[in-house]
């Protein structure tokens, strides 16, 4: 069964997300306050919302491209609110920084809905990869990767 982009993320991932990740990864108060990390939570569930697109998915996708929010052996770094490794394009890349949390949430939100829908954005773009992507060619979860695409 295919997992899909677009809609919303089921109400028990508010619950469930925060003993899930810190369990998979306790560096993470090394890094980031606990504090810090709990407030960010929501943040997918708002950006996820406002566009049509499960947060909690861009929350896992956080996850796979931080090492659960760790940066150990990551292209991004904390300090650039990118979570998602939006414009690392090679190695030795950095990616694209944003200023703060909630503006890399929502490029990495905005980005997905590119990949996975035509429907134009309802708040202004901050991905600036955006105009990039073939819109819609990657609906569900699994298409994400170029070798599971059957576009």
Known sequence: MLVAVVGFAPFRFQIEALPDTVGCNRSIFVIISLFEFVDMI??????????????DIAFAQSCLETGNFGFSGSAVTLDQNNFCGMGVTSNGMKGNPFDTPQLGIRAQVQHLKAYASTVDLKSECVDPRFKYVTRGCAEYVEWLGQKENPD
């Open 42 to 55: 929501p943040l997918y569930l708002l950006e996820g919302k406002a566009e049509g697109v499960r947060g």
